[in-house]
Structures are given as structure tokens and as C-alpha cells.
């Protein structure tokens, strides 16, 4: 398999290609999510995944949506405000919500992972953050092995040395921080000011207290944005050398996410010159010695993701890429998500739906759904290609007792174009993508998604561009 997409991809090409899409962090994706799935759903699908004979491991995700300044490129859920009492009264909802969803699980079901995300995590304190996970440990049964992940995303501007060391000791060892790009202009335009000093200090601090892994997130298609000031950036990253680096594309989407509005249009990067700031990126970071992981994501050959996709147990879920393939994931906090068993569930995305929920003793699940039979199929099938790049056809038709041609032969008919313009190489017994059409991993999984003719994605044009 080729592993390491082309930086020379033909850009009328990409061009071509860079339409709307998911992002495949779910399938199917949360839009297509429904509110005939509730509390009652995501207590029978736990109850469930309890009666494997071998137990599956839980996965934690735990949603901070406070921020002290809005970024402006921001699409995530979050509140604006620097009332550091807002975190306390969250807090105390957060631990009934902790406390309600353990007692779904059999306590012979390990914690393997517990990931803060937000948001700014880092808007709580170390000394909250210590009372989050010391919850979990209570409630939960917490892996005390050395596979266990506690990781988090910093905010380098609202965290400092000392800050590191008490996460350190409370447990943390994987990190992630936000960058975006350090050209100062383009800083200014959405109103994330970072010094390079500040995001060095904490990176250099998170291997002095021996974090395992650091990943820095960038973004390319920002304001004010160029191909000089971007290759600066990614050399002082690559000098910074981080076990992992996301570089995401900017979604302008401002009827969305109202923070976009305050971005200029007439500031973004024209399409060739996003187009070139992307292969600017994977020559930049290929060079330096990373490996293209899929999507968005790089890492160097002995962290492990790296290793994890060598030996075929890569995973993606709404926290990105992740190494614990064998979980139930169970999000906790507003906006969060949980995929658990055959079943997906999200929490409301207002603070104040949430709250009552908890309120009133309940769960809150706003929406959800059971997958059918061919949403898991579909679903192992783009989760295949995603981590790495290959459909198993005989794996699949083995799996779900079908035969692969006849039962995606519409899929196949859209699949051809991308055949034809080198995109993927079809056999009777797999299908891979080459190295262009890593890049394009998303349109190849759009061909199997028998969603996005489906009246609710007309009706609901969420997606960001593929490029």
C-alpha cells in the first residue's frame, strides 16, 4: 500500500474533487442523527454491550465548552466568557452525568481512554481537572496499565510549566495543542495570538514530565494566509518535533458558526493557493521524517498511531484517530457523543438542555441510532479505507455473507471515475487507494455513503470541502 499521498497531485484535479463531504469521523454522521433515539435507547445498548463474552473496554470522552476569547475559524461547540465560576456550576452537572452513565456498565469494563476536549479544557484548573478524572476513577474502573490514555487539548496561551507537571502527576499523558499557524498577520485575523515561545514551553514541559505523545494541530486556508508564512510555520514545527501534527483544512461556513462571520472573504486564500498550501504541508512534514497517517494526520514512525496502522488496529471515532479500536466510546458532557455497541447517541448542544436533563435525574440524550445491518457494513467498509486505505472486499464478504460486487455495484459505477483518474486501484479482492488518491479518502468513501442522496443531507449542507 502506498502510505504517503503525492505532494505533486495534479491540481486541476484536486481541484475537481474538492467538493462538500463528511469527514468521516462517524458513519453514518451525526446529521443524519434522529430525535427518535433517547435516554431509553442508550440504557438498552448499554445494557447490551454489557453481554459480550469478553468485555469490551470503554472509552471516556469528556466535553469543556468554555473558552476565554473566541477564535475566530472556530466551528466547535463552545462558550465565550471568563467566569472561571461557570466551570464550577458545569462541573456539578458534569459529575451527576458521570455518576449516572457508570452505573450502565459492568465494573469488569476497563477505561482504557479518558480525553478532555473541548473548547479549552484548560479553562478548568489543575486542581478541577484532578477532581474530573478522580470521579471517573471512583465510578468507573479506571486501566491501571501502561495502555492507558488520559489526554487533553491545551490551549498553550492559558497553560503553563508548572500547570504540566500537576497533570502529570494527576495522570495525563498524551496532549494535544492548538496552533493553527504562527504568522502574526494571520494570527491577528482570527484573533488567536501565540507566540512561538509560549507553544515550546509547554511541549518541551510535556516531555520533561513524561508525556508519551504530543500532537500540534495547524490549519491551512486561513486569512491572510501564505505559502512564505505557512513553510515558516511548519519549520518551527517540525523543529518542535511533536509526536503527531493534524493539519486540517479551514471550513469557512459562516451561516454555521457565527465567529466566521468576523473573517473577511476577500482575506481567504484563493483555491490554488489553498490547494498549494496542502501539498506544501505534506512535503514539509514527509521530509522531516513523518508519516501520513490518513486525512489530516501525520505522525512520526514510532509514535503509536504510526504503529497502530502498521499492525492494523487503527481507529476513527469523533475524537479523530485513535489506537483503542476494541471500545465502547461514551461521551459525557454537552454536545458529546457516544458510539456504543451498534448504536450512536449525542447530548443536547445548549448548555441549558443539558443542564435540565441533569436536573431532572436524566440521561441527556437529545438524539441518536441504531444501525442497520448495512450501516455496519458501510461503516467497516469506510472505516477500513480511512485508517488505511484499503476495502477488504473477501474480509467484508466473509464478514456479512455477501458478494461484494453485486451488493455495491452502485457503489462500484461511482467508483469508476475515481479509478480512471488514478485515484484507487480495484481488484476482485480489495480496493486501495494510491498515493494521490490519499488525499482524497473522503470522496472515495462518499461512493459507498447511501446517505447523501437522502433527503435530510440535501436539506442539511453541513459538510466542509474535501481539500
Given at each position: 500500500m502506498d502510505i504517503a499521498p503525492t505532494a505533486s497531485c495534479d491540481t486541476d484535479l484536486l481541484r475537481?474533487?474538492?467538493?462538500?463531504?463528511?469527514?468521516?469521523?462517524s458513519y453514518p454522521t451525526a446529521p443524519h442523527f434522529h430525535n427518535g433515539f433517547g435516554e431509553r435507547e442508550f440504557r438498552d445498548a448499554a445494557a447490551?454491550?454489557?453481554?459480550?463474552?469478553?468485555?469490551?473496554?470503554?472509552?471516556?470522552?469528556?466535553?469543556?465548552?468554555?473558552?476565554?476569547?473566541?477564535?475566530?475559524?472556530?466551528?466547535?461547540?463552545?462558550?465565550?466568557t471568563r467566569d472561571k465560576a461557570r466551570g464550577e456550576a458545569y462541573l456539578a452537572r458534569l459529575f451527576r452525568e458521570i455518576g449516572l452513565a457508570s452505573q450502565l456498565f459492568d465494573r469488569d469494563r476497563e477505561v482504557i481512554q479518558l480525553h478532555f476536549g473541548g473548547g479549552t479544557p484548560n479553562f478548568l484548573s489543575p486542581a478541577q481537572l484532578r477532581e474530573v478524572v478522580d470521579t471517573v476513577r471512583g465510578t468507573f474502573r479506571l486501566a491501571d496499565s501502561s495502555e492507558r490514555d488520559l489526554s487533553i487539548e491545551l490551549d498553550p496561551r492559558?497553560?503553563?510549566?508548572?500547570?504540566?507537571?500537576?497533570?502529570?502527576?494527576?495522570?495525563?499523558?498524551?496532549?494535544?495543542?492548538?496552533?493553527?499557524?504562527?504568522?502574526?498577520?494571520?494570527?491577528?485575523?482570527?484573533?488567536?495570538?501565540?507566540?512561538?515561545?509560549e507553544t515550546r514551553a509547554v511541549i518541551e514541559a510535556c516531555r520533561e514530565h513524561g508525556f508519551r505523545s504530543v500532537n500540534v494541530d495547524l490549519i491551512y486556508g486561513l486569512p491572510k494566509q501564505t505559502l512564505e508564512g505557512f513553510s515558516e510555520t511548519l519549520d518551527i514545527v517540525a523543529d518542535m518535533r511533536p509526536d503527531r501534527v493534524a493539519v486540517y483544512g479551514y471550513a469557512h461556513m459562516p451561516t454555521l458558526f457565527k465567529a466566521q462571520g468576523r473573517i473577511h472573504a476577500q482575506d481567504l486564500p484563493d483555491a490554488e493557493t489553498r490547494l498549494a498550501l496542502l501539498q506544501l504541508a505534506i512535503r514539509k512534514l514527509t521530509d522531516a521524517g513523518y508519516l501520513y497517517i490518513g486525512m489530516d494526520h501525520f505522525a512520526l514512525p514510532d509514535d503509536e498511531l504510526a504503529t497502530s496502522q502498521a499492525r492494523g488496529g487503527l481507529h476513527r471515532n469523533f475524537m479523530g484517530y485513535t489506537t483503542h479500536a476494541d471500545s465502547d466510546l461514551v461521551g459525557l458532557?454537552?454536545?458529546?457523543?457516544?458510539?456504543?455497541?451498534?448504536?450512536?447517541?449525542?447530548?443536547?448542544?445548549?448548555?441549558?438542555?443539558?443542564?435540565?436533563?441533569?436536573?431532572?435525574?436524566?440521561?441527556?440524550?437529545f438524539r441518536g441510532m441504531r444501525l442497520s445491518e448495512d450501516d455496519q457494513l458501510r461503516a467497516d467498509l469506510i472505516q477500513a479505507l480511512m485508517c488505511h486505505g484499503t476495502i477488504p472486499i473477501d474480509a467484508l464478504e466473509r464478514r456479512y455473507a455477501i458478494d461484494f460486487c453485486d451488493y455495491f455495484a452502485d457503489a462500484l459505477h461511482k467508483l469508476a471515475?475515481?479509478?480512471?483518474?488514478?485515484?484507487?486501484?480495484?481488484?476482485?479482492?480489495?480496493?486501495?487507494?494510491?498515493?494521490?488518491?490519499?488525499?482524497?479518502?473522503?470522496?472515495?468513501?462518499?461512493?459507498?455513503?447511501?446517505?447523501?442522496?437522502?433527503?435530510?443531507?440535501?436539506?442539511?449542507?453541513?459538510?466542509?470541502?474535501?481539500?
Open positions: 475537481r474533487y474538492d467538493v462538500p463531504g463528511p469527514r468521516y469521523t447490551a454491550s454489557n453481554g459480550d463474552p469478553i468485555p469490551r473496554r470503554l472509552s471516556l470522552y469528556v466535553h469543556v465548552p468554555f473558552c476565554e476569547s473566541p477564535c475566530f475559524y472556530c466551528g466547535c461547540n463552545r462558550i465565550i492559558h497553560v503553563s510549566p508548572a500547570d504540566i507537571a500537576e497533570l502529570a502527576d494527576i495522570g495525563f499523558n498524551r496532549a494535544s495543542l492548538g496552533v493553527q499557524d504562527f504568522n502574526p498577520e494571520v494570527q491577528r485575523a482570527v484573533n488567536r495570538e501565540q507566540s512561538v515561545e458532557g454537552v454536545s458529546a457523543i457516544s458510539h456504543v455497541g451498534d448504536t450512536y447517541s449525542q447530548n443536547p448542544r445548549d448548555l441549558a438542555s443539558w443542564q435540565a436533563a441533569l436536573d431532572e435525574g436524566r440521561l441527556p440524550v471515475p475515481l479509478a480512471q483518474d488514478g485515484l484507487v486501484r480495484v481488484d476482485r479482492h480489495r480496493i486501495v487507494a494510491t498515493s494521490r488518491g490519499r488525499l482524497l479518502l473522503r470522496n472515495i468513501a462518499m461512493c459507498f455513503d447511501r446517505y447523501l442522496d437522502s433527503p435530510t443531507a440535501v436539506a442539511t449542507p453541513r459538510f466542509s470541502r474535501a481539500i
